[in-house]
T-cell receptor, first 112, second 114 residues
């Protein structure tokens, strides 16, 4: 059972454009959603995270939009840079869990 | 200096053999985890430990056995290796188990089973 789903599988945008990565989940007990990014041959690293006390979390060019009713969230990357090219993973957890449930990832490529 | 050390970086094993993957963290964290990443199942949770106590086990097979000899160590023993076990195994740690604690990932051990 795939509890966290991401779309698209891969995405290519031009430098300077906004990239939108989507994520949905099934378990309504999830209340913590970190996004990790992973560069080739490296380990995943935390990029930004949101808890549903808010519908939006912003950190520089990266913004998470959260819709609790629809169990969906999205990561917006504005003014995309070639250095943003990586695989982005949406994950889910809750206060009483140690484990992170990851989606399948979105491979983002930024064309200069 | 690396804060999470995984050894070895690369590992090649034959089917049926046994290997131990080493993980040490020097972040002063109380919780440690193992995840597995392969082409078939990216970033799959395996185990979590808190203060050397097993908290969660999502691995159906008993061939995978975590071992915590010290608070900052969490090794992974894999017995009767199969080609399907080929993956990169990531150790991770966080300040606490749960409580929205950020998990930091080690560099990984890439295992290939022939």
């Amino acid at each position: 059972q795939q509890q966290v789903r991401q779309s698209p599988q891969s995405l290519t945008v031009w430098e300077g454009e906004t990239a939108i990565l989507n994520c949905s989940y099934e378990d309504s007990t999830f209340d913590y959603f970190p996004w990790y990014w992973q560069f080739p041959r490296e380990s995943p690293a935390l990029l930004i995270a949101i808890r549903p006390v808010s519908n939006k979390k912003e950190d520089g060019r990266f913004t998470i939009f959260f819709n609790k009713r629809e169990k969906k969230l999205s990561l917006h990357i504005t003014d995309s840079q070639p250095g943003d090219s990586a695989t982005y993973f949406c994950a889910a957890s809750n206060y009483n869990q140690g484990k992170l449930i990851f989606g399948q990832g979105t491979k983002l490529s930024i064309k200069p | 200096d690396p804060k999470i050390i995984q050894k070895p970086k690369y590992l090649v094993a034959v089917t049926g053999s046994e290997k131990i993957l080493i993980c040490e963290q020097y972040l002063g964290h109380n919780a440690m985890y193992w995840y597995r990443q392969s082409a078939k199942k990216p970033l799959e949770f395996m185990f979590s430990y808190s203060y050397q106590k097993l908290m969660d086990n999502q691995t159906a097979s008993s061939r995978f056995q975590p071992q915590s000899s010290k608070k900052n160590h969490l090794d992974l023993q894999i017995t009767a290796l199969k080609p399907d076990d080929s993956a990169t195994y990531f150790c991770a740690s966080s300040q606490n188990w749960g409580y929205y604690a950020e998990q930091f990932f080690g560099p990984g051990t890439r295992l290939t089973v022939l």
